[in-house]
């Protein structure tokens, strides 16, 4: 039997366009119909903790949103939204629905998954981790899915980065700093030229880590993807952040899409964050 749910790929997320199709993917491959919900008009709050009334005001409306939906389930894929849902958002706005986190859903129906996952990855990676998820322990889950991939060599280390995400410490240069300094040695320790990341604020900021060190961050949703025998989407932003170049960046990105942003706040808020390389 086919379900049909929401899921919520928050906001941040939409930076990876790639990834949230392939989830969306993977999901119709177990059986799991979704109706995509993301991007500011469905923010869990996080953004502005510091602000109790705006957040709560972004919260209840979310809440609303899903509750007139239709549906009795929100599959999360953010690890911030997942976390809110459970305790800040039900707590300002009553929930109809049960909240449930995409790594739990593919892993439930991973007897429906490994059938499809038929074409060879001869690839050893290295999973990237954090230990501040603690309302689902995803990587467990994340790793018997990638073991399903035949070909691929999964290493799976000791050490945990701190907070949920990378971007949990990219407030603290330096702490962020050795973050990026045990991915890439953990990487050449295991000989392996791959890390992959859980979530996108990790494959934003490690995905650099191509042009600095010849390291390539791949998110897992892809993998399955390639190993189900489909192109994967285009990491663009990937590209991006690797282009070299602020030429070949823009040329990459190309002149209509800069121009329906505004040349001015392209300039200001997205060249910096897309020049900006890990660093260590």
Not at 53 to 79: I, L, Q, Y
Not at 94 to 112: K, W
Not at 165 to 192: F, I
Not at 274 to 280: D, F, M, T, V
Request: charge should be negative; glycine fraction near 8%; proline fraction near 5%.
């Amino acid at each position: 039997m086919r379900e049909r749910v929401v899921f919520w790929y928050g906001c941040n997320a939409v930076r990876h366009g790639d990834i949230i199709h392939g989830a969306i993917e993977l999901l119709r491959a177990v059986g799991i119909d979704s109706d995509p919900a993301g991007g500011p008009a469905y923010c869990c709050g996080t953004s502005k903790d510091g602000n109790l009334a705006a957040a709560a005001g972004m919260a209840s409306r979310t809440v609303d949103k899903f509750n007139e939906s239709g549906h009795d389930k929100v599959v999360t894929w953010c690890p911030s939204c997942h976390r809110h849902a459970g305790t800040f958002m039900e707590g300002v706005n009553p929930a109809r629905f049960e909240v449930s986190h995409i790594t739990q859903m593919l892993h439930e129906r991973r007897h429906l998954l490994a059938p499809l996952l038929t074409h060879a990855i001869e690839r050893r990676v290295v999973l990237h981790t954090h230990s501040g998820f603690h309302e689902v322990d995803a990587y467990p889950l994340i790793a018997d899915l990638l073991r399903l991939i035949p070909g691929l060599e999964l290493v799976i280390t000791d050490y945990a980065a701190p907070g949920h995400m990378c971007s949990a410490v990219s407030a603290v240069p330096a702490a962020l700093k050795d973050v990026m300094r045990q991915s890439v040695a953990l990487c050449n320790e295991n000989g392996s030229d791959t890390l992959v990341t859980a979530f996108h604020a990790c494959q934003r900021i490690l995905c650099g880590l191509a042009t600095t060190d010849g390291i390539k961050a791949v998110n897992y949703v892809n993998l399955l993807i390639e190993a189900m025998g489909l192109t994967p989407p285009p990491d663009e932003y990937a590209e991006w952040k690797n282009a070299g170049s602020e030429a070949a960046l823009r040329e990459k990105i190309g002149a209509e899409r800069i121009a329906k942003i505004g040349p001015d706040f392209f300039a200001k808020h997205v060249m910096p964050e897309l020049r900006k390389l890990p660093e260590k």
